[in-house]
């Protein structure tokens, strides 16, 4: 009883509306940080928009976004900068975090340009563990495998 009466005042307080951010036109930038243990892509840039891969989809990021936190999966990340040019990346994993300052880190496992990679040694290596997944005897072993396939499978599909 008590606590409901407590809800019913604290109602106004705790909702909080929040909409669909919009694309503007030469409108409001977000800082975006992206990084791979091996190399900083992005330190604190100003871009318009990024879009992510992640575990429940794809999704875009716009200035003002609702404040997220998501684990990627292998996929492109396409980030648009200020000047309105996408700039393709491919990640095999991840996390990125989206803060209700308009900021966002982009933190992945592995992260190349997406004209650096080979479609021909995707397609090989996607083979080789495909073949490998049917030998492998130990789980931990078909676990490994399985996220070659995984990544590999992202990579071709991103290079076709």
Known sequence: MLAARFL???LPVL???RCYAEAGIGGPQMSFTFASPTQVFFNSASVKQV???TLSGMFGILPDHVPTLQVLRPG???VIGGDGSPVKYFVSSGSI???ADSSVQLLAEEAVLLDQLDLAAARENLEKAQNALG???DEATKA???ITIEANEA???ALE
């Open 135 to 137: 030998s492998s005897s």
């Open 155 to 157: 990579i071709v599909k």
């Open 8 to 10: 019913r005042r604290s």
């Open 15 to 17: 909702r909080q509306v």
């Open 51 to 53: 879009d992510v891969p």
């Open 97 to 99: 975090t989206v803060n």
């Open 76 to 78: 492109i990340v396409t």
């Open 144 to 146: 490994e495998v399985q």
